[in-house]
Structure formats: structure tokens, C-alpha cells
């Protein structure tokens, strides 16, 4: 069972940065897909930026030029660099990821328990 741990979530003001982490434990596993999303209050979750196999990264178009998502392998963690904040990208932050899990052999989705991001104007 592969375990998601996100951190860095915090109280910053509006223009300054954040830097999610996301470390993923238990067993043997490979990551295929990492993600991440968000949920503001009353709001549905959706989904920030994914990027595949280490490939080429997505992001979700008002956090484009601002967020970006990275990966490293060693350390089995991912993480989302997060600039020029703005209120509106308050929420709780939810890193994802497919993972092969190579005891069971089959791929799984898992989440993390979630981290506040809170954007003060």
C-alpha cells in the first residue's frame, strides 16, 4: 500500500510563494502519474497540474506560467512550486498519483490526506 504525505501548505500573502511536497512511501512502487489538486470551500476538486512519466507537465489554464509541477524520483517525491499567489488559490491542496505497485502488480490510484493553502489579500 503506498502512502501519500503532502507538506509546505501555509498562510501566505497575495503575490508570495509556496512550495508543495508530496513524498510517497511503502513498499515497492513506481510512479507513473503524479497530480495535483484543489477544493476550495463549497467548491468542486479539480485538478491543478499532472504530468506523466516524468514527461511533459499539464496545468490547469489560471495557475499556467505561475505553478509548476516536478518530480524526484529518487526521493519517490513530487512537488508543486507555486508563485505570484492569489487569493483565489486558496484551498486545500491534494497530491495524487498512479502507482504500480509491484507486490500487488497492478496500478492504483492514492491520495494524500490534503494541505491548506491560504492566500491572504
Known amino acids: 500500500q503506498v502512502q501519500l504525505v503532502e507538506s509546505g501548505g501555509d498562510l501566505v500573502q497575495a503575490g508570495g510563494s509556496l512550495r508543495l511536497s508530496c513524498a510517497a512511501s511503502?513498499?515497492?512502487?513506481?510512479?507513473?502519474?503524479w497530480a495535483w489538486y484543489r477544493q476550495a470551500p463549497g467548491k468542486q476538486r479539480e485538478r491543478v497540474a499532472y504530468?506523466?512519466?516524468?514527461?511533459?507537465?499539464n496545468y490547469l489554464d489560471s495557475v499556467k506560467g505561475r505553478f509548476t509541477i516536478s518530480r524526484d524520483n529518487a526521493k519517490n517525491t513530487n512537488y508543486l512550486q507555486m508563485n505570484s499567489l492569489r487569493p483565489e488559490d486558496t484551498a486545500v491542496y491534494f497530491c495524487?498519483?498512479?502507482?504500480?505497485?509491484?507486490?500487488?502488480?497492478?496500478?492504483?490510484?492514492?491520495w494524500g490526506q490534503g494541505t491548506q493553502v491560504t492566500v491572504s489579500s
Open positions: 504530468e506523466v512519466g516524468g514527461g511533459s507537465a
Open positions: 511503502g513498499g515497492r512502487f513506481s510512479i507513473n502519474l
Open positions: 495524487n498519483a498512479w502507482a504500480f505497485d509491484a507486490r500487488l502488480g497492478q496500478t492504483k490510484e492514492y
